[in-house]
């Protein structure tokens, strides 16, 4: 069963920056050999869950919401199992909670219907 574990999150005025992490683990050591999509959701006060960014296994595929596109880059370390969410030019609407999350099937779907195994959330602020 993996676990998965958000940093990074906080407050940051309009326009800067953050780079929440993703820390995978288990205590099965064969679950690393396993194929997954990592996805970054995110949902904010109100609103529905949005998926706005994922990397497939192989981390040669990415997508990205039409929302977060050119502002947010996602990345992995496989050697650290660690998935990373680079976040710039952020927006008051880019407050949010936001979680990572893994399909097992590793399909490569922006959709939070689609992942199977979640991390607790790291709150992301953008204010002034």
């Known amino acids: 069963q993996l676990r998965l574990v958000e940093s990074g999150g906080g407050l940051v005025q309009p326009g800067g920056s953050l780079r929440l992490s993703c820390a995978v683990t288990?205590?099965?050591?064969?679950?690393?050999?396993?194929?997954?999509?990592i996805g970054w959701i995110r949902q904010a006060p109100g609103k529905e869950r949005e998926g706005v960014a994922c990397?497939?296994?192989?981390?040669?595929?990415?997508k990205y919401a039409d929302s977060v596109k050119g502002r947010f880059t996602v990345s992995k370390d496989d050697a650290k199992n660690t998935i990373y969410l680079q976040m710039n030019s952020l927006k008051p609407d880019d407050t949010a909670i936001y979680y990572c999350?893994?399909?097992?099937?590793?399909?490569?779907?922006?959709?939070?219907?689609?992942?199977?195994?979640w991390g607790q959330g790291t709150q992301v602020t953008v204010s002034s």
């Open positions: 990397i497939e296994d192989a981390g040669y595929i990415t």
């Open positions: 999350a893994a399909d097992l099937d590793d399909k490569n779907m922006l959709g939070p219907e689609w992942y199977d195994t």
């Open positions: 288990s205590e099965f050591p064969e679950d690393f050999g396993e194929y997954y999509t």
